[in-house]
Nanobody, 122 residues
Framework: QVQFVESGGGLVQPGGSLRLSCAAS????????MGWYRQAPGKQRELVAT????????NYADSVKGRFTISRDNAKNGWYLQMNSLKAEDTAVYYC???????????????WGQGTQVTVSS
């Protein structure tokens, strides 16, 4: 079993900032990629940002480049999304994501958190 604890969502005014956190626990051998996805009402889930556990290479959606920053703490199996200059169109449920192996004998799999609501509104 793999569990994610997400925190940091909420209501913020346009131009404001929020920091999302995700902590993974349970049966985890190694996390390869950590990230965040989001889903707005009536839209498909989309990638926001990912970071590789080893090396720290990052990838961002074009819509958030320069405004959002993803970071990680491998020792805590945690990762974070600093969101600045938030816009109304950033409103969505944000899901933490990991590509990980539960044991050296398990294949890699994709795992998702329950989601946290981010609302950007005046």
């Amino acid at each position: 079993q793999v569990q994610f604890v997400e925190s940091g969502g909420g209501l913020v005014q346009p131009g404001g900032s929020l920091r999302l956190s995700c902590a993974a626990s349970g049966s985890i051998s190694r996390i390869y990629v950590m990230g965040w996805y989001r889903q707005a009402p009536g839209k498909q889930r989309e990638l926001v940002a990912t970071i590789e556990s080893s090396g720290g290479r990052t990838n961002y959606a074009d819509s958030v480049k320069g405004r959002f920053t993803i970071s990680r703490d491998n020792a805590k199996n945690g990762w974070y999304l600093q969101m600045n200059s938030l816009k109304a169109e950033d409103t969505a449920v944000y899901y933490c994501y990991a590509n990980l192996a539960q044991s050296p004998w398990h294949p890699l799999g994709d795992y998702w958190g329950q989601g946290t609501q981010v609302t950007v509104s005046s």
